[in-house]
C-alpha cells in the first residue's frame, strides 16, 4: 500500500502517528463545525439533514418536501392555493387547459425562436456559458438550411446585445405566434414567473425541445425552495419544462435526475458542454497573487460549492509539509463567508496571508490564475457538470475533484476522487499528488481524452434541431 505522506518530506515520517491522528480529527471536526447549518459556510448536506420540515397548509408544498420533485398531478392541480401568486396562477392554469401538442403545423409556419435570455445575463456563469454553445450551434444549422429564426428576449435582464443577436432573421413579437414552427427552450428555470414564454409552451402546433442542467434545487428544497413563493416559482418552471418533449441534458447524471423528476416518457439526448477556455503561453500568477506555488479551488456562493472542505483540507496538508505557498479561493462569496473562512483556516494553524481571494477575473487573467496552479481543488456535493475539469487539464494543471457523479462522469482513476464531506481524504491525495504531479496530469488528461469528446455536443444536439424543423427543411 502506497504511503499517504511525500517521501521527501522526512521531517514527516519523524512525527508520531498520533499527531496524525490529532490533527485528522481536528480537520473532521472543524469542517463539520464550519458546514452546520445556520452558519455562513452550510452545505446543502447540512441544510437537508438539520432541517425538520414544518407541517405546512399546502399539502403539495408538504408532500415535496418528503417526496421529492415532480409535476403535479391530476388530484394537486385540484388543489392549488388561493393564496397563491396570482401571476405564478394565471401561468399554471395557462399550462392546464393547454391542449397536447400535435404533429401538425399550419402552413404559415416558417419560423424558430431561439430563446436568447441567457445571453442577457449580465455577469459570466455556466448556465450563459452554456447556452451560448447551444444557440451558436443551432444559428449556424439554420443559416445553414436557410431557415428564419428569432431570439425570445425579456425586459426583466439587460437588453440582448450579443453577436448571435444579429443573426437573428426578425425580432421576435407574439403577433407572430402563427408564423412559429420550433421553440428551442435554452433557460427554463432562470426566471420562471416570467410569462413571455406561457404562449410559445402551450400552442399545441409548435414543436419544442428543452435545455436541463440539473436537478439541485429540487433535490435540495430546504437549501433552494425555503418560502413558499420560491417553491411555487420552481414548481412553474417544472411544469413549463414538462410541455416539451425532448430534452437536452448537460451530463448522464443530469439526464439520471429529470428522469426521476419528469418520467422515462419523454426524449432524452446528453449533450455534455464545450469550452472555449483560452490558454496562454507560460501563465503567470497575476501581479496580486502573493504565491508562486498554491492550490487553486472556484466557487461562488451557493451551499454546493463547499469551499470550505477545499479549505481545511489545503490546510491539513499545509501543515504535514506539502510544498505549497498557499492557497487561492477565486469566488464571488459574501463577505461573512470569506471573514469565516479566513477564521476557519486561523484555526487550523494557517498562518493569515495562506488564502488569498479573489473575483470577477478577466478571460486571460483567470488563464494566468489556472495556468499557474499547482493543482485545482473542486469540492463540489452537486454539479450537472464541471468545466473547470476541461480547462484545468487544458492548460496542463491537475485536479483533485470530489467524488460525485458529474465528476465521475470525465475522471476514473480512484486518485483523483476525494470525499467532499471528508477533509482529510482532500488533505491526503493533496500529499499525494504533488510529489508526481507530472505523472498524474498525464493520466488524467489521457482518462478525459477517453471519456469526454467535444463532437459529442454537435452529434447529441443537431439531431434534435433536426426534428424540430423537419418540415421546414423539406
Known amino acids: 500500500m502506497p504511503p499517504f505522506f511525500p517521501l521527501q518530506s522526512f521531517s514527516l515520517w519523524a512525527l508520531p502517528v498520533s499527531v496524525h491522528i490529532l490533527l485528522f480529527r481536528k480537520l473532521r471536526k472543524a469542517y463539520r463545525e464550519a458546514s452546520a447549518s445556520g452558519r455562513a459556510l452550510e452545505t446543502v448536506l447540512t441544510v437537508?439533514?438539520?432541517?425538520?420540515?414544518?407541517?405546512?397548509?399546502?399539502?403539495?408544498?408538504?408532500?415535496?418536501?418528503?417526496?421529492?420533485?415532480?409535476?403535479?398531478?391530476?388530484?394537486?392541480?385540484?388543489?392549488?392555493?388561493?393564496?397563491?401568486?396570482?401571476?405564478?396562477?394565471?401561468?399554471?392554469?395557462?399550462?392546464?387547459?393547454?391542449?397536447l401538442p400535435n404533429s401538425g403545423n399550419s402552413t404559415d409556419a416558417d419560423l424558430v425562436v431561439i430563446d436568447g435570455r441567457a445571453l442577457q445575463f449580465p455577469n459570466p456563469c455556466g448556465t450563459k456559458h452554456h447556452a451560448y454553445h447551444i444557440i451558436s450551434e443551432a444559428c449556424h444549422y439554420l443559416e445553414g438550411k436557410g431557415i428564419s429564426f428569432s431570439f425570445l428576449t425579456t425586459n426583466r435582464f439587460p437588453p440582448l446585445d450579443h453577436p448571435l443577436a444579429r443573426k437573428a432573421s426578425c425580432i421576435w413579437d407574439a403577433s407572430m405566434l402563427p408564423r412559429v414552427q420550433a421553440f428551442l427552450y435554452v433557460s427554463p428555470l432562470q426566471d420562471p414567473l416570467d410569462s413571455v414564454d406561457i404562449e410559445l409552451l402551450t400552442d399545441p402546433r409548435i414543436r419544442r425541445a428543452v435545455v436541463w442542467l440539473d436537478g439541485i434545487i429540487g433535490i435540495y428544497p430546504n437549501?433552494?425552495?425555503?418560502?413558499?413563493?420560491?417553491?411555487?416559482?420552481?414548481?412553474?418552471g417544472l411544469e413549463k419544462i414538462a410541455r416539451?418533449?425532448?430534452?437536452?441534458?448537460?451530463?448522464?447524471?443530469?439526464?439520471?435526475?429529470?428522469?426521476?423528476?419528469?418520467?422515462?416518457?419523454?426524449?432524452?439526448?446528453?449533450?455534455?458542454?464545450?469550452?472555449?477556455?483560452?490558454?496562454?503561453?507560460a501563465p503567470q500568477p497575476p501581479t496580486d497573487i502573493p504565491f508562486q506555488h498554491y492550490a487553486l479551488t472556484l466557487g461562488n456562493t451557493l451551499p454546493h460549492k463547499n469551499i470550505a472542505a477545499a479549505v481545511v483540507g489545503f490546510a491539513g496538508a499545509w501543515r504535514l509539509g506539502a510544498a505549497l505557498d498557499g492557497m487561492v479561493v477565486n469566488a464571488s462569496l459574501q463577505q461573512e463567508?470569506?471573514?469565516a473562512l479566513r477564521t476557519l483556516a486561523r484555526n487550523l494553524g494557517l498562518p493569515d496571508g495562506k488564502l488569498y481571494f479573489s473575483e470577477g477575473l478577466s478571460q486571460p487573467t483567470f488563464a494566468n490564475l489556472l495556468g499557474a496552479a499547482q493543482v485545482l481543488v473542486i469540492p463540489s456535493l452537486h454539479e450537472g457538470f464541471s468545466m473547470p475539469i476541461i480547462e484545468a487539464l487544458g492548460v496542463d494543471v491537475p485536479v483533485l475533484i470530489s467524488d460525485i457523479p458529474a465528476h465521475r462522469e470525465l475522471l476514473c482513476h480512484p486518485d483523483?476522487?476525494?470525499?467532499?464531506?471528508?477533509?482529510?481524504?482532500?488533505?491526503?491525495?493533496i500529499l499525494c499528488l504533488l510529489p508526481d504531479s507530472e505523472v498524474v496530469l498525464r493520466r488524467q488528461q489521457q482518462d478525459l481524452a477517453r471519456l469526454y469528446r467535444p463532437e459529442e455536443f454537435s452529434r447529441a444536439l443537431l439531431p434534435v434541431i433536426e426534428s424540430l424543423i423537419r418540415p421546414l427543411a423539406g
Open 48 to 99: 437537508e439533514k438539520s432541517a425538520r420540515p414544518k407541517p405546512s397548509p399546502d399539502p403539495i408544498i408538504q408532500k415535496r418536501l418528503f417526496a421529492g420533485p415532480s409535476t403535479l398531478s391530476e388530484e394537486e392541480w385540484g388543489q392549488l392555493p388561493a393564496g397563491i401568486d396570482l401571476n405564478i396562477a394565471a401561468q399554471l392554469q395557462s399550462l392546464r387547459r393547454a391542449p
Open 223 to 236: 437549501s433552494f425552495l425555503d418560502e413558499e413563493g420560491k417553491f411555487w416559482a420552481y414548481q412553474l
Open 244 to 281: 416539451c418533449p425532448d430534452f437536452l441534458c448537460l451530463s448522464k447524471s443530469s439526464m439520471k435526475e429529470a428522469v426521476q423528476f419528469f418520467g422515462s416518457e419523454y426524449a432524452y439526448a446528453i449533450t455534455r458542454c464545450l469550452s472555449d477556455f483560452k490558454s496562454v503561453q
Open 337 to 339: 463567508q470569506v471573514d
Open 416 to 429: 483523483d476522487f476525494f470525499s467532499p464531506t471528508d477533509p482529510v481524504s482532500l488533505c491526503k491525495k
